[in-house]
Every structure is written in C-alpha cells, then in structure tokens.
C-alpha cells in the first residue's frame, strides 16, 4: 500500500545560512510570505523579534536560525527574507528565514536519523538527500516548546483512581518522533503511574506490534504521531487495520498539526480518534475509551475495510 499522506505530504525548503539546507513538512505550513513590517512584543522570549497580523491573526514572529543556535538574522537582511506561517500545536506561529529554495515531493521513508556529528541536532527529527544535497528536518514542536512551554496544566492528567485501574493492565505504545511529544507523552503518564513503551519511528513501531502480537501479548492502544520519518501514522493506521493479528489495537492519531482532522477520516485509514496536541487530560480521556472497549468485550477492529483515501 503506497500512502496518499505520504504523497500529498512535501518539503518546505528554506535557508538559515548560505550554504545549509532545512526543511518542514508542508501540513505544518500555512502560508509563506515575503517579510512585512513588525511590531514588537515586549517582554517576549529573545528569538521572538516582532509581532505582525496575517489574514486577521495576531502572530508572533520568530528568527529560526537564532532559535535553534546559528547567529541572528541581522535586521539589515530581514527586507530580504521571508516568513513561513505555521499552524502547529494550536498555534500560528511565523518563522523568518534568509531564503525559501522550493517545495518537493518527499520519501519519508528514505528519512534518516541525524548523525551524531551534527550540533543542532537536538532541533531535528532526520536528515534527508534532496537533488544530492543533505537537508535537515526540523522538529518545530521542539523549537516551539523552548519559545513557548506547555501550560503545566495540560501536561498532567486528571484521572480518577478507579479511571486509572481500567487503564493500567492496557499494554500501551506510544509513537511519536519529536523527542518533545515524546517527553510530554512519557511525562502524561508517568505522572499517573500508567506503564508504556514507546518509540521514534512508525516502522519500529509495526515491527513491535507484530512481536508484541506473535509472544501473546498484543498492543491494546497505539497513540501516534502523524508526520513521521519511516512511515506515517496514516500508513501506520492502514498497515495495523490490514494484519488480524494487531487489529484489535484502539488507536489514536495525535499530531501537532492544528487544521481539524474528522473522526471520519481517521477511520478511513483504520484509527478510532484524532487529537490535537497537546492536552493530557483530553489524551488520556481518549485512552480510557479504547480501555473501556477492551475490558467490555466488545470487537475494537473497526468495521469495513480502511480506503485508499
């Protein structure tokens, strides 16, 4: 099965210095635009160098490449640049950088992780070979969590103890390659002592389901990202639905992208719900129904079979 996420799903290519390439996949990415006039934000975070208005919104605008540790863009070059609108985590969000190259089309499963040697890599979830030039991907939920830290109030989920009982025997995998939603994943959690597993990729994650399934011990709920290097949490959703033997997993499509993702549409590739990132209490709550179908007897494989959508 050849995803249509994964090919709907390109690359923004963009500039932060001369000779290096970086990239975000295109759903994060609202509008680009030539730089406009700022206003500034007192009191902001020092990567935050103005505020502006696009399409009726007031939005925050960030220098990226002093965001993730390269040298400020100076303001005698912002004329020059441009700014990538984002919509992610349940905010817009503008990004200036030097220069846009183009958007392609993109293998995600030909992403790789980063080198060691690479310095900025705790901003990046791969690298990749884009017309033989080496482009890192940057983890904008990790850029994002620096300038903006979650509310701790929905880091931590409010669950009742006889809530929690029903969800504790569930043998959980958590999918996500931004080491920020991992952490806020792994933190939900640990905050009420529920147990996991978790991992980076979603071919680790398929390879893991389907030993976890041959040793008698299946998966009961998978929450996954949606945007991953491997395969996406769509083709994930569609390979689980396709094998009887993980099928009867609940799972969650949890993914930074803000745009409204119908119910409906995670069922047509196999998953039961669709979050937006990041609220704990509302995660958890989504975990505790797929709990609830498992321990009541009821059938968890969705009926029909999923569409090529």
Request: hydrophobic share 40%; with cysteine; net charge negative.
């Amino acid at each position: 099965m050849k995803s249509k996420a994964n090919q709907a799903q390109g690359m923004l290519m963009f500039r932060l210095t001369a000779t290096q390439s970086f990239a975000i996949g295109t759903l994060k990415v609202r509008e680009i635009t030539p730089f406009q006039p700022l206003t500034d934000l007192p009191g902001s975070h020092p990567t935050v160098i103005g505020t502006t208005s696009f399409r009726g919104i007031a939005t925050p605008v960030i220098d990226m490449a002093k965001a993730i540790g390269y040298k400020p863009i100076d303001k005698s070059e912002w004329e020059s640049c441009y700014i990538i609108v984002t919509d992610c985590q349940r905010r817009v969000m503008g990004f200036l950088v030097r220069g846009i190259d183009k958007i392609s089309e993109c293998d995600w499963r030909s992403i790789s992780e980063p080198p060691e040697t690479l310095g900025t890599r705790a901003f990046l979830t791969g690298v990749m070979h884009i017309d033989d030039k080496l482009v890192q991907l940057l983890d904008v939920e990790y850029i994002m969590e620096h300038i903006f830290p979650s509310d701790p109030d929905k880091l931590h989920p409010i669950l009742a103890d006889v809530d929690r009982e029903k969800l504790k025997p569930m043998n959980i995998l958590l999918v996500d390659d931004s080491l920020t939603a991992r952490r806020q994943l792994s933190e939900a959690l640990d905050s009420i002592n529920i147990p996991y597993f978790v991992t980076n990729n979603g071919l680790e994650a398929l390879q893991m389901m389907k030993n976890a399934a041959s040793a008698g011990k299946p998966f009961d709920i998978i929450v996954s990202d949606i945007e991953m290097p491997g395969i996406d949490g769509y083709e994930l959703a569609f390979e689980i639905r396709n094998d009887d033997k993980l099928a009867e997993a609940y799972l969650i499509l949890h993914t930074s992208l803000s745009s409204d993702i119908s119910v409906d549409r995670a069922k047509q590739v196999g998953a039961h719900e669709a979050l937006t990132k990041f609220d704990a209490t509302e995660l958890v709550q989504a975990m505790l129904r797929g709990a609830m179908m498992k321990t009541s007897g009821s059938s968890v494989k969705l009926e029909g079979s999923p569409t090529d959508y």
